[in-house]
């Protein structure tokens, strides 16, 4: 593995966001969600010690953050209702909206509703170029979702501001499945390497990469075989927004008929 640690660089700074009022009900609720991937970390930590353990998944952990939810919710409907009223002209006072303004944009920047540029790490994922797996199965030799999961709920504990993949923005209702030797994000299909890019203190975000026991697991593969985790330092790392929808979607049972 090729130099994983070198020294840090200096964290980067957020560009500043657009106006976004029209957009309160979408930053909220992927804000209320930003804490979720933490939670997805520590649960990690409890998988078994295989490489390939659970599936972290997401929508189970709101649970956990459900009164925190739904305070923060309560507030969005609140602020919503006086963007409302500003644009009808109910209310005036231009320091009054710059003050909701302020507030909408610390909403929408941590929900990835804006672009974010700044110092961080950039993390390279790649298959293994061997031919036959030590192991016997082939399986050991490709990356596989859980190992990005891994790094990116790492990053996330570290305290990144911002992280994306093959340049898409990753939030907190994004899913990361892998179809065969492929990623699925956000409705595109990538095949490795995989880059991951994290705006944030680099010292930190390294050191939580190094202390996670699921990243503990991915550069044991690395050593037994051989599969690709480069980490290096990043000077201008640049961001796009989240484009997508921010509303969690889930199966619900079909009504019956007849």
């Known amino acids: 593995m090729n130099d994983l640690f070198p020294a840090p660089a200096p964290s980067g700074d957020v560009d500043p966001p657009a106006s976004a009022a029209g957009r309160v009900l979408l930053a909220g609720a992927v804000g209320l969600l930003a804490l979720v991937l933490v939670l997805a970390a520590r649960a990690d930590r409890q998988t078994p010690d295989a490489r390939l353990g659970r599936r ?33 002209g109910e209310a005036a006072g231009g320091d009054a909206l710059k003050a909701l303004q ?4 610390e909403i929408a920047a941590p929900a990835g509703m804006t672009g974010v540029a700044g110092h961080g790490i950039s993390i390279v994922l790649t298959d293994s170029a061997l031919v036959e797996s030590p192991s016997g199965d082939l399986n050991d030799l490709v990356i596989h979702e859980q190992d990005l999961q891994a790094v990116i709920n790492a990053l996330w504990a570290g ?16 899913a990361i499945r892998c179809v065969g030797n492929t990623l699925l994000l956000h409705g595109r299909v990538y095949s490795p390497p995989y880059v991951i890019e994290a705006v944030g203190d680099a010292v930190a975000l390294r050191d939580a990469l190094q202390r996670d026991p699921a990243v503990e697991r991915l550069t044991r593969a ?5 599969v690709g985790f480069t980490v290096a330092d990043a000077a201008d790392l640049r961001l796009p927004p989240y484009e997508g929808s921010a509303a969690l979607q889930s199966a619900r049972p079909a009504e019956a008929t007849g």
Do not use: C, K, P, Y
């Open 222 to 226: 690395v050593q037994q075989f051989q």
């Open 159 to 174: 305290g990144a501001e911002a992280v994306g993949v093959n340049s898409q923005r990753v939030v907190a209702t994004t």
């Open 102 to 105: 302020s507030q909408l944009d």
């Open 56 to 88: 972290v998944e997401l929508v189970e952990l709101i649970t956990f953050e459900q009164a925190r939810n739904e305070a923060m919710a309560a507030e969005v409907e609140q602020l919503s209702a006086r963007v409302a009223a500003f644009e009808r």
